[in-house]
């Protein structure tokens, strides 16, 4: 890349935060980010998070990099987000709904066309609230050790039993991006399916976790025999890992390419 096109490309990220900035100071929620702390406390706070979200996904401040089909930007630049990031920081504005990223590009490169019609539409909108239920009191680093259970139903699909714990979000989701045992005689990463999880359905649980703070920002979710559409799982039988390590992948190297380039871009305008 040339001097001249570097400094276009300084030069458009320059207007672009301002454009941001000026987004952010007239729409952003009167609530402060809390250090240390990502869940609402109330309704009340969940409906403006809901209503901030749903106005970023509108500004295409969040979801560029989705398909075009579903809202996406075809001129998708990865720097903008970090500039989105910056000035939300800045700012301590409130970052939208914890979940709803991750569970998002699960569902945009291993769901199923239904999938991605019935939720992405309802994502971008703040319509449905997720969690992610990964973390388990015995598998948290050593997540592949997890040992919630998903056995087949039947016709009807599948019975999830288990326990779940430091889920943010959990008290207020519609829905949970779960991750279960399907298969124990497999090596452990080889049998964990992801599922569509209904928050509502019979069987679970959700125990706000009160920390020392005076918040609850975690929540532990207990599943007990928890039914589970056949069309409820993302991907196929076994391919939980795959789906949950990609969609964590794809955020971090998205952040890790676009933080990268803004700071080649920074160091080359000023001669740094």
């Not at 998002?104 to 939720?119: D, K, P, R």
């Not at 326990?163 to 279960?180: I, R």
């Not at 069987?203 to 069309?231: A, H, K, M, Q, W």
Request: aromatic letters at 8%; glycine letters at 10%.
């Amino acid at each position: 890349m040339s001097d001249t096109d570097d400094s276009a490309a300084g030069t458009d990220l320059d207007r672009f935060r301002a454009e941001v900035r000026t987004f952010i100071a007239a729409n952003a929620p009167q609530i402060q980010q809390r250090p240390g702390v990502r869940s609402p406390e109330t309704p009340e706070e969940l409906a403006a998070l809901q209503r901030w979200t749903a106005q970023l996904f509108a500004a295409g401040y969040l979801g560029a990099n989705w398909p075009q089909a579903y809202g996406g930007d075809p001129g998708y630049d990865a720097r903008r987000d970090v500039v989105v990031a910056q000035e939300m920081a800045r700012v301590r504005a409130l970052e939208p709904i914890a979940g709803n990223g991750l569970v998002a590009h699960a569902l945009i490169h291993f769901g199923t066309e239904t999938q991605q019609s019935h939720h992405l539409p309802r994502i971008r909108r703040a319509e449905e609230v997720w969690c992610q239920l990964f973390s388990e009191p015995g598998a948290g680093s050593d997540l592949a050790s997890l040992r919630t259970r998903a056995v087949p139903d039947g016709d009807n699909g599948w019975r999830v039993s288990g326990q779940k714990v430091w889920t943010t979000n959990g008290q207020w989701s519609d829905y949970g991006f779960l991750l279960a045992r399907t298969d124990p005689d497999v090596p452990k990463h080889r049998g964990i399916s992801a599922f569509v999880l209904d928050m509502r359905a019979p069987g679970v649980t959700v125990r706000p976790l009160r920390e020392i703070t005076g918040t609850s920002d975690f929540n532990e979710v207990f599943l007990d025999e928890v039914p589970i559409s056949p069309d409820a799982m993302i991907g196929g039988p076994g391919q939980g890992w795959m789906v949950a390590n990609a969609a964590l992948a794809h955020e971090r190297a998205g952040v890790a390419k676009a933080v990268s380039n803004v700071e080649k871009s920074w160091y080359q305008r000023y001669d740094l």
